[in-house]
């Protein structure tokens, strides 16, 4: 079992930056994808944001040019930089991470974008 460890998130201006990590220890399993979902309030959760260990890259149209992930492969850790965030931003973003048997998901971490 791989737990995932969440940070980041929190109230921000509209326009400003936030930057969620994730990291999975002891995953003894490769990890294949690492990324971002989230979900706002009778909404479906949907992707934000992945990538995979070869660097490909997958975004939300809604986020394009906004948002940027990266990963550390060595420390099993990916990270979101949100820049001009919107309040349509605001959800509860979980981490996801795939290996070649499993998923596993993070606990959430609340965005909040308001005046």
């Known amino acids: 079992q791989v737990q995932l460890v969440e940070s980041g998130g929190g109230l921000v201006q509209p326009g400003g930056s936030l930057r969620l990590s994730c990291a999975a220890p002891?995953?003894?399993?490769?990890?294949?994808?690492m990324g971002w979902y989230r979900q706002a309030p009778g909404n479906q959760r949907e992707l934000v944001a992945d990538?995979?260990?070869?660097?490909?890259?997958t975004y939300a149209d809604s986020v394009k040019g906004r948002f940027s992930i990266s990963r550390d492969n060595a420390k099993n850790t990916v990270y979101l930089q949100m820049d001009s965030l919107k309040p349509e931003d605001t959800a509860v973003y979980y981490c996801?991470?795939?290996?070649?048997?499993?998923?596993?998901w993070g606990q959430g971490t609340q965005v909040t974008v308001s005046p």
């Open positions: 990538i995979t260990g070869g660097g490909t890259t």
């Open positions: 996801n991470v795939r290996t070649l048997i499993n998923t596993y």
């Open positions: 002891g995953s003894t399993f490769r990890i294949v994808v």
